[in-house]
């Protein structure tokens, strides 16, 4: 499982252009949803271009304790066997969900209409992470959690036997949360109700109707209204991952700040919830473009170019927009500290829940960098000094947090002294073939002797 017991200390160095094709892995969260959905219907679902990092991984073995049958096929190509909505077996052990907060609440949800016990826990960032998001209105359908202090993992999710529907206003903007009632919703009889007054990514909502489930979403004064009809018999799938945009922002923001760059990122997914950073990216000045911009499985795909962009200007990010690039507020921080000006983010405060505070992890590591960094509850602003103008040098904390490694190593690409981290091991839940892939486009991103 992913416990990363041991720390990979990286480090990354100015490097010349980065050119080529940068051919990013499949969207965590649409495989996470392939694998549990597959879980939840009766047949074969074939998957290809799954996420083969440590938090799809997890899911994958999660539904093989929950009786599904799940199997590598070998080059992101899976079959599941599912069991059928409501026929989840009770798992053995406990289970890890590692480092994934969509793998355990998702799980949670899928399981907690079933009349089945099961104990989840996860490493130590997954089990500093609140929980009651999820129980709370998962214990509205008759399900009982016992937790640590503050809801905490390790924890034992007691389903429902006779679950009722439920209608639920989200009280924060989480997809994770949206997903698990429905989820959930799937094995209550009746109409389900979730209503999200900001429109999170609507992966579940989209796949739940491929799948064969009655669902619709009405956009309303209230919010998304999405109505799901319980007890569906799920149609087995085929399911064709698209490329993960939150990867994709990885070789797109390095190439903006590396002298000279140019790089193709071939089939992006640019649905509106998720693709925000391009945006906001555009907005600055950056010089990315949208090429063969196409429709894939219903959603809009483009091949995005990134090339090296030294005029980007700080703005004001709309708050309205956080939801669609929650996950790449990091990186921004990176490009935002070699633009002119002063990049302020506000309405943000889910960055302080994810896999780290990320707004502490980035503020403390930039500012080790030479980068001012302000901050409030709710709020950042990162000021930018130039291109040619970021001194870098320092070694920055990653938190346990993907993310947060991956920024820095993205900043030392371009700072005037390489830039470490204290730990890259967690840079595989999401993002395993970083590191190759970043130095085949020219980057100097190193593993040091720890
Ligand atoms: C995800 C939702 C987001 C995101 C996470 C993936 C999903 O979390 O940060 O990486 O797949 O539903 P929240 O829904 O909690 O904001």
Redesign the pocket.
């Known amino acids: 499982m992913s416990s990363h017991a041991t720390p990979i200390p990286m480090t990354s160095s100015a490097c010349g252009p980065l050119t080529g094709v940068a051919q990013v892995p499949g969207d ?2 649409i495989s ?1 949803r392939s694998l549990i959905l597959g879980a939840m219907c009766v047949g074969e679902t074939t998957i290809s271009g799954l996420l083969e990092g440590d938090d799809v991984l997890d899911t994958a073995r999660a539904m093989r304790a929950f009786g599904a049958e799940v199997t590598d096929l070998g080059g992101g190509n899976w079959t599941v066997y599912g069991v059928g909505v409501g026929g989840f077996a009770e798992p053995d052990g406990v289970i890890d969900c590692g480092n994934s ?2 793998g355990v609440r998702l799980i949670m949800g899928a399981m907690a209409t079933s009349p089945i016990t099961a104990t989840f826990t996860g490493d130590a960032s997954l089990n500093g992470r609140p929980m009651a998001r999820v129980t709370d209105p998962l214990a509205l359908f008759g399900a009982q959690s016992v937790g640590r202090k503050g809801g905490r993992l390790p924890m034992t999710i007691v389903g429902a036997a006779d679950p009722v529907p439920v209608r639920y206003v989200v009280p924060v ?5 949206k ?1 698990a009632v429905l989820l959930a919703g799937l094995n209550a009889p009746g109409q389900t109700v979730v209503i999200e007054a900001e429109a ?2 609507d ?1 579940t909502e989209r796949m739940l109707a491929g799948f064969g489930a009655e669902i619709t979403v009405e956009d309303t004064d209230e919010g998304r209204v999405i109505t799901l009809t319980g007890q569906p018999e799920l149609r087995a799938q085929h399911v064709d991952v698209p490329r993960d945009p939150s990867s994709a922002a990885f070789p797109v923001c390095a190439a903006l700040i590396v002298p000279g760059s140019d790089v193709l990122v071939p089939g992006i997914g640019l649905n509106p919830t998720r693709a925000g950073l391009f945006t906001t990216l555009r907005e600055m000045g950056a010089d990315l473009t949208y090429e063969n911009e196409r429709t894939e499985g219903g959603e809009p795909v483009a091949d995005l170019r990134a090339r090296f962009s030294p005029d980007m200007k700080g703005i004001e990010v709309p708050p309205e927009r956080a ?1 669609s690039m ?2 790449e507020y990091p990186v921004l921080s990176v490009v935002a500290s070699f633009a002119q000006g002063q990049t302020m983010m506000r309405g943000v405060k ?1 960055l302080r829940v ?1 896999e780290s505070d990320r707004i502490d992890a980035m503020a403390k590591g930039l500012r080790a960098n030479g980068v001012e960094v302000d901050e409030g509850p709710d709020w950042w602003a990162v000021t930018g000094l130039g291109h040619g103008n970021v001194p870098g040098g320092a070694t920055c904390a990653s938190q346990l947090d993907h993310r947060i490694a991956m920024s820095f190593m993205i900043l030392g690409m371009a700072a005037n002294a390489p830039v470490s981290v204290d730990d890259g091991a967690p840079i595989t839940t999401s993002f395993p073939i970083f590191e190759p892939l970043m130095a085949q486009l020219g980057a100097n991103v190193r593993q040091d002797a720890s």
Request: net charge positive.
């Open positions: 965590k969260s996470h907060g969509t903007p989480s997809a994770q949360v997903s999170t990514r992966h939801a929650i996950d889910e994810k």
